[in-house]
């Protein structure tokens, strides 16, 4: 069930595995859950930060070590809550400027007489352009 979850929030599979070892292990420093997940600390740390951007986890930082701890799912659904009311924020916002300035975009992108061009093959092809030019 675990896994549908964090699938649903568009993880790779590295950020699963990191995940689900912090959400195992409890409160880890990084190169704790690199050892555990046998990856390169650095890989691990910038994954780890990339989840703390994504709100599924959060940092903390204890005697010059920063720790990792997974997102309780009362804040993940607040969060997403938030993300929800900004997205639609910014969809009525596009949507509101097209209805204003729509009309611009149809006069620009559509012209009205459209250039013709016609491909010609062969030495029929050759013959029929240079008996249009002679004409």
Same mark, same amino acid.
């Given at each position: 069930m675990i896994t549908?979850? %964090?699938q649903s929030f568009q993880l790779n599979e590295k950020e699963k595995q990191i995940f689900l070892k912090v959400l195992e292990l409890g409160s880890q420093p990084a190169s704790q859950v690199a050892k555990v997940c046998e990856l390169p600390r650095n890989t691990v740390r910038s994954i780890l930060d990339g989840l703390v951007k994504k709100n599924l986890m959060v940092k903390s930082n204890r005697a010059n070590t920063q720790y990792y701890t997974t997102e309780s799912s009362k804040n993940l659904i607040a969060s997403l809550k938030h993300r929800k009311l900004? %997205? +639609?924020q910014e969809? +009525?916002?596009q949507i509101h400027m097209l209805q204003e300035y729509g009309d611009e975009l149809e006069s620009h992108t559509r012209s009205k007489s459209r250039?013709?061009?016609t491909f010609y093959e062969g030495w029929a092809g050759l013959e029929r352009v240079y008996e249009d030019t002679l004409t």
């Open positions: 549908n979850i %964090l900004k %997205l +639609e969809l +009525e916002e250039p013709k061009i």
